[in-house]
């Protein structure tokens, strides 16, 4: 018998932005008795709370080093991808931005087949989370950024004299506009769904939080799950549960641990070494990310985040006054058409007002909203456990290449107007004066393009054969088990993923208790 061995009601494996969710509506709407397992960290520390220094340090110290495999329309790059090693998981490191998607790509996921999950059937869980409806208030608030750099407002003015309309918060693509991001904060610090729903019931009596917990794999008997086998301290143990599993582990990892406990594609379970459970061939599959890519110009202002600025910006938050470090670096941005045939926007610009590899640099960083290429994540039998292997097939549908290629002529566009000229840019780094034909900007996207760490969709729900999870987000064929994260989305949505994962755990708990 492993030497920990103990039962709760839910075993929720993943204590990420799903799985706090998850376990506060759970407390609040059951008697049942709770764990919450996680690899990470116990709580995110006061460098993940400052947002300007949780973005720069936090996928260094706080992340799980996820790489793809060579990508070949990447020039065989492997992508770094990581994503939180801390509980609140990628939500205590990344950018913050907050956009809860559009009405659009959630009735979207209703006609491929997600019954309940239509924009109007979402609504009372979208209040509850974020409010917004004038009567409840909501877990989360999406706040307007508390620093707005002269980069920010320069690049907005130009978007105007380039004719796209500002209009309030950019809080998602329903429109080719401009304007400041919504973020993840309160009082200029990072608030995420682990500070709003897990760490007022961190000391819940029936709530444990288990962290620094690799987990193994599913305890299955026949087609039912039974719980979760994990390493702790060195030794193997055991969370069993009398109700329900639930893998909150996210796009890479939920599909993983179905895999290792012999659930997913037989062929790929039999060649790993692995026997095979329950042959469900839609695990794994239909990874869909978004792609962006940087555009660098020469700055002829110097960084508010730049090195000899930061000791007055820490003086300043010190005695309570706003400074740069309230920013995330990537306050404004905005949608774009990439052609006539795209019926709704599907690029983004994300401002930053430092290159992350030049403090004198500044990038209209481009990504791909609403990306066509789909790859997979499979078994690597050779690795203990069965290691992830991640292939997003990045850019190999070829219209992504081209469309990417269409917004950096747009973003060139922005750059040229007369009011980046006054803040002023001083010439372009990437992909440089010299790139001017498109054979030469696709050479620079191949040489470029990296992840915006959104993964989705490994776990689809729906009810056709390749899916995995139904509408109630249970796996098929195997009872007592159900996957609630970013991999169950039937297709990604053309804005920043983490306020769509709060809202997929709200609609798990409606549909469990």
């Known amino acids: 018998m492993p030497a920990g061995d103990d039962s709760f009601d839910y075993v929720i494996a993943g204590g990420g932005t799903a799985g706090c969710v998850l376990a506060r509506r759970l407390l609040e709407r059951t008697d049942a008795r709770i764990a919450l397992i996680d690899a990470g960290s116990a709580a995110p520390n006061r460098w993940l709370q400052t947002p300007l220094t949780s973005v720069r340090l ?32 990628s939500a205590s490191i990344n950018a913050m931005i907050a956009q809860p998607a559009l009405d659009a790509d959630f009735d979207d996921w209703a006609g491929l087949g997600a019954e309940g999950w239509s924009s109007a059937e979402l609504a009372a869980a979208r209040a509850r989370a974020f409010g917004g409806d004038g009567v409840t208030e909501g877990m989360v608030a999406l706040s307007a950024p508390a620093h707005r750099s ?56 029936r709530l ?27 030794r193997l143990q055991i969370a069993r549960a009398r109700r329900e599993v639930i893998l909150a582990l996210g796009a890479l990892e939920s599909p993983r641990i179905l895999m290792a406990s012999g659930i997913g594609p037989a062929a790929m379970l039999r060649r790993a070494g692995i026997p095979v459970m329950h042959d469900l061939p839609g695990v794994g599959d239909r990874l869909a990310d978004h792609v962006r890519i940087p555009i660098l110009f020469r700055s002829g202002r110097t960084s508010p985040a730049a090195l000899r600025n930061l000791p ?30 795209a019926t709704r926007p599907d690029l983004q610009i994300v401002t930053h007002f430092q290159s992350v590899e030049d403090e004198g640099a500044v990038d209209l960083e481009l990504t791909l909203a609403r990306p066509r290429s789909r790859g997979r994540v499979s078994l690597d039998g050779a690795a203990p456990g069965g290691a992830a292997l991640v292939d997003p097939r990045y850019l190999s549908d070829p219209g992504d290449l081209e469309r990417l290629v269409d917004g950096i002529e747009m973003v060139r566009s922005i750059a040229a107007r007369p009011a980046l000229a006054r803040f002023p840019l001083l010439g372009e780094r990437l992909p440089g004066p010299a790139a001017r034909d ?34 109630r987000l249970r796996v098929h064929g195997i009872e ?34």
Not at 62 to 86: C, D, E, K
Not at 457 to 462: A, I, K, L
Request: proline share 6%; charged share 20%; with cysteine.
């Open 480 to 513: 007592r088990l159900r996957v609630v994260d970013a991999s169950v989305m039937p297709a990604l949505p053309a804005a920043n993923t983490c306020c769509a994962v709060m809202l997929i755990a709200e609609r798990a708990a409606d549909v469990m208790a």
């Open 150 to 205: 002269a980069f920010s407002e320069a690049f907005l003015e130009a978007c105007g004299e380039a004719g796209l309309p500002k209009r309030g918060l950019l809080d998602g693509p329903d429109s080719a506009r401009c304007g400041y991001f919504p973020v993840l904060q309160k009082a200029g610090r990072r608030f995420s769904a682990f500070h709003a729903y897990l760490s007022p019931v961190l000391d819940h009596p």
């Open 438 to 471: 498109r054979a030469a900007l696709r050479r620079h996207v191949r040489a470029a393009a990296t992840t915006a760490f959104h993964p989705v969709g490994t776990c689809r729900m729906g009810e056709d054969g390749q899916a995995v999870v139904d509408s």
């Open 312 to 341: 007055a910006a820490f003086v300043a938050r010190l005695s309570g006054r706003n400074s740069v470090l309230a920013s995330n670096c990537c306050e404004a941005g905005a949608y774009l058409a990439s052609g006539a045939s």
């Open 58 to 89: 936090g996928r260094w110290w706080h992340s799980w080093p996820f790489t793809t495999v060579p990508q070949p329309a990447l020039n065989g790059r492997r992508i770094a991808l990581p994503m939180g090693h801390v509980l609140g998981g």
């Open 208 to 234: 444990s939080v288990i962290t620094g917990a690799d987990i193994r794999h599913l305890l299955l008997a026949a087609n039912r799950a039974e719980g979760v086998a994990y390493v702790r301290d060195r």
